[in-house]
C-alpha cells in the first residue's frame, strides 16, 4: 500500500526534524497499546496487537529512524512479523523543509503487509492513511506549542540582558 501527504506547521525545521526522532514522540506512530522500548543499536523493539474476531494477533518489531535519502529527511522503517500472523513492512521517507519559523514534512512510502496482519491492514487502508496523517497534524501541534515556549523563554532571556 503507498502511503504519501504532507503537513506544515509552525516550528523550525531542525527542531522538528531532532523531535521526530525521540522515543516520546515515535511512541505515537504506534497504535495506543504499543510498547516502544529502546535498543542498544539506536532502534527500538515493539509489538503491536490487533483483535480480529476471536483472534488477538500480535506482532513483536523493530523501528529504525535514520537519516533520509536527502540531507533534510528522515528515513523511518518498522519491520513486524509473527510465524502465524505475517508480516508488516513499512518503509517511510520524510523530507523536511521551510524557512521563517514555518516547517513542512513532505512523506512518500509503503506498508506492505502478508498472512493476518495482511487481511487487517488490507481492510483498513484509508484508515492507515488517516492516522499517518492525523499523527503528523499531532505532531505538528506539539511542536507549535513547544516552539511558542522556546520564544518565549527566549525573549524572556533577551529581556533580562537589556
Known sequence: MKISGSVDFTA??????????????????????????????????????????????????????????????VLFTAKASHILGGSADLVLSMAFSGDAGRCSIHYDGTLDATGLAGRALGMAADKVQARLLATLQGFGRRMEKSQKVHDAKATERQGVRS
Do not use: M, N, W, Y
Request: charged share 25%.
Open 12 to 73: 523550525s525545521v531542525q527542531r522538528a526534524k531532532s523531535a521526530i526522532q525521540r522515543q516520546e514522540q515515535l511512541a505515537h506512530f504506534l497504535p495506543k497499546d504499543a510498547k516502544l522500548v529502546a535498543r542498544d543499536d539506536g532502534g527500538f523493539d515493539f509489538t503491536v496487537q490487533k483483535d480480529i474476531g476471536p483472534v488477538a494477533l500480535r506482532l513483536p518489531g523493530v523501528l529504525r529512524v535514520t537519516p533520509g535519502p536527502d540531507t533534510d529527511g
